[in-house]
């Protein structure tokens, strides 16, 4: 396919990535995060795995409630349209930290802004300070500290593969306490990140130099940085930054029997059966080395690296 200029690495790397996610607007959201009516309502296509990612940040905080109600700190790198971070605010502020410092940082500026818009309910909560900023992981970012640091779905994969140990270093420097990440997997179902898979006419995935083209089915084209990872080399670099608590696979099946709109007819649906079964098997598969590659995200929850044992 006839694709837009291919600079491989270097500042317009930046530009091509933000301008993707600029572009598509509130689609990216409204594709990514389903219902923006209930935070906490997890439905549609990605809702087992936002589900499990949800069930994972909220027991952490709640083990840092535990430990210190005073005040929370939160950063969210790569926050987009800030969804994961209003959750994080909307439920500390409902379990009783007394205060809550929640920064997200993000490259497209377009993203940041909605956030902010959808967050002012949130900031006029008592003892809530809630920042959205333009920030790049791969270059320097702010020096606070925080307890608990996301960096969700797909941020990491747009990253080049030979600064990835660098970028991780520097999210360890800025966290004291827990790290939760997700990155798409080496096996995993298509995916265009920044919209639905299926508002692309075209899309052509290019492992050896990590980028993928897209052609939307509205004309545009975009081009941009995207590594996939296996398990073993995401806990690898981990491992050289964090103490790593577990590392599983998010959407094995429920991926896969999901109707796809372009050939399966509506009324064929799965289950409510078939989605509790399908829950089984994730549970038993999602460590397991023959399965855990062909995720679609791998799940990683580390801690800082002098942090004591939870
Ligand atoms: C797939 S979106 C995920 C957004 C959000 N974490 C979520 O789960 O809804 C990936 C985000 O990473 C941001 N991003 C990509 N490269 C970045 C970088 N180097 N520094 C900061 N943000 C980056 C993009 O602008 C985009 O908003």
């Known amino acids: 396919m006839p694709v837009v200029a291919r600079p491989k690495f270097g500042a317009n790397a930046e530009a091509q990535i933000a301008a993707a996610y600029n572009n598509v607007g509130h689609r ?40 210190d109600p005073k005040r929370l700190r939160v950063l969210d790198l790569g926050c987009g349209p800030g969804t994961w971070l209003r959750r994080v605010v909307a439920y500390a502020h409902r379990i009783g930290f007394a205060e809550i410092t929640a920064n997200g940082v993000d490259i497209a500026d377009g993203q940041l802004n909605q956030a902010r818009a959808l967050s002012h309910r949130l900031a006029v909560l008592d003892g809530v300070r809630i920042n959205f900023s333009h920030g790049d992981l791969r270059r320097e970012l702010a020096a606070d500290e925080h307890d ?46 920044v919209d639905d898979v299926c508002s692309a006419v075209r ?20 081009s941009f940085q995207s590594h996939l990872f296996s398990r073993d080399e995401f806990k690898r670099l981990a491992a050289a930054s964090f103490t790593i608590e577990d590392i599983r696979g998010l959407d094995l099946f429920h991926g896969r029997f999901a109707n796809d709109p372009r050939w399966n007819p509506p009324e064929h649906q799965t289950t409510s059966r078939v989605s509790q079964e399908l829950s089984q098997l994730e549970e038993r598969y999602c460590r397991d080395p023959g399965f855990i590659d062909r995720a679609a995200h791998l799940l990683l929850v580390a801690r800082h690296k002098g942090m004591s044992q939870p």
């Open 28 to 67: 990216y959201s409204k594709y990514a995060d389903g219902s923006i009516r209930d935070l906490f309502l997890f439905e549609g296509r990605h809702a087992y795995g936002d589900s499990k990612t949800w069930g994972t940040i909220r027991n952490k905080l709640l083990a840092l409630h535990a430990k």
């Open 148 to 193: 608990i640091c996301l960096c969700l779905y797909g941020v990491l994969n747009h990253i080049p593969e030979n600064e990835l140990s660098l970028v991780m270093n520097r999210i360890a420097s800025r966290s004291r306490g827990y790290f939760l990440a997700t990155v798409r997997t080496i096996g995993s179902t298509p995916t265009v990140y």
């Open 203 to 222: 899309f052509y995935q290019d492992n050896r130099n990590d980028r993928l083209d897209v052609e939307f089915s509205d004309g545009r084209r975009t």
